[in-house]
């Protein structure tokens, strides 16, 4: 990060308008150990010159990443609060898009539930919400608001930008209604996955292999690190996903073509 995009940041954690994102500026920004393990781990499918998708965007520190790497970014993330902390953060680099959207199968609009405590897992999807009540470590989530915003295709964003090298999708359990809007194949990409959704990534999986990718790794948590070391096919990534106990809670799958 520049000197420029440090002091932006420490406006927006004391700024009280934006309270309700603080927690998150101080988790995702500011430890330069992760941010270099984010670039080495990116940099398999990321270079200078190349165009990233970041479907579910939040605060922006993957963006961070991918400029970091020397892509240009198409942003794409639907929560007004976290749309006022990217424009500050990038404000000046005509190198990200900002994309004040949710993704999904069909342009148009739909309902966002707002977690307003913790806005990371706010969603789209009420299958996600209800099977986050009750569930071993959400029992504090509330989704206490729901707006109304647009909704774009991921095919829209490739007609408008261009053909992305990566795209992250991370929507809490609406990534399968993500690539539902994706008719092609993709150098890359990874979706999120959690434990208490895990018939969404059954999907993904299914949708991806109709698309042509062949190759599935994944890695837990916040770790970038790959589980397997190699690609694996999507049936055994569905088995691994199954067999993951419920307090794994979430990860990544990272998925090429052949």
């Known amino acids: 990060m520049t000197a420029t995009t440090d002091s932006r940041i420490a406006a927006l954690r004391t ?13 995702y920004y500011g430890d330069p150990e992760r941010d270099g393990r984010m670039d ?13 998708f970041d479907i579910g965007s939040h605060v922006g520190d993957h963006i961070g990443s991918f400029r970091r790497l020397g892509a240009r970014v198409v942003a794409v993330e639907p929560q007004p609060l976290c749309l006022r902390a990217l424009r500050a953060i990038y404000a000046d680099d005509d190198q990200v898009t900002l994309v004040d959207a949710a993704c999904g199968a069909f342009p148009g609009r739909t309902r966002l539930h707002v ?11 009420p299958d996600f919400v209800r099977a986050a009540k009750g569930a071993g470590g959400w029992e504090s989530e509330v989704w206490d608001a729901d707006i109304e915003v647009p909704v774009v295709t991921v095919d829209a964003l490739i007609e408008t930008y261009g053909v992305p090298t990566f795209a992250k999708i991370d929507v809490e359990g609406f990534e399968d209604e993500v690539l539902a809007g994706l008719s092609r194949p993709l150098p890359a990409l990874s979706f999120e996955f959690t434990t208490i959704a895990r018939a969404v990534a059954y999907r993904c999986l299914d949708r991806l292999t109709a698309l042509g990718f062949d190759g599935f790794d994944v890695a837990l948590g916040d770790n970038k690190s790959m589980t397997f070391q190699r690609w694996i096919s999507a049936t055994d990534m569905a088995t691994h996903l199954h067999d993951l106990p419920h307090a794994a809670n979430s990860g990544d799958v990272y998925c090429v073509p052949d």
Do not use: I, Q
């Not at 977690?115 to 999807?125: D, E, K, L, R, Y």
């Open 40 to 52: 080495a781990f990116y940099s398999r499918f990321v270079s200078g010159g190349d165009l990233v």
């Open 15 to 27: 700024d009280p308008t934006l309270s309700l994102l603080h927690r998150s500026l101080d988790v």
């Open 115 to 125: 977690n307003s405590a913790n806005p990371t897992v706010s969603t789209v999807s």
